[in-house]
């Protein structure tokens, strides 16, 4: 089993920047990736970016250049920086890992809200 757990999600103003964490524990062996999705009030989930095993990261065309996507391997960790947020950037930020089990196996966080005040 793999745990995972965000934090760094709160208020802030649009323009500003926030950067949130997740931390994974656990069975890590065959991490195939780890990455964001999020959640606006009313909207379905998206996927926001992701970084493999290789350490390299993705994005969804309309957030580069503002997201910011890296690991920290030794602590399992990983880190969205997010700079010149707009409240089209509110929503429930949810970490996930994906790992070659017997089969390709997702992992969730539990979420951590980040609202951006006009």
């Known amino acids: 089993q793999v745990q995972l757990v965000e934090s760094g999600g709160g208020l802030v103003q649009a323009g500003g920047s926030l950067r949130l964490s997740c931390v994974a524990s656990?069975?890590?062996?065959?991490?195939?990736?780890m990455g964001w999705y999020r959640q606006a009030p009313g909207k379905d989930r998206e996927w926001i970016a992701l970084?493999?095993?290789?350490?390299?990261?993705t994005y969804l065309d309309s957030l580069k250049g503002r997201f910011t996507l890296s690991k920290d391997g030794a602590k399992n960790t990983i880190f969205l920086q997010m700079n010149s947020v707009t409240p089209e950037d509110t929503g429930v930020y949810y970490c996930?890992?994906?790992?070659?089990?017997?089969?390709?196996?997702?992992?969730w966080g539990q979420g951590t809200q980040v609202t951006v005040s006009s």
């Open positions: 656990g069975r890590l062996l065959n991490m195939i990736d």
């Open positions: 970084i493999n095993r290789d350490d390299k990261s």
């Open positions: 996930y890992a994906r790992l070659s089990e017997l089969r390709i196996a997702t992992y």
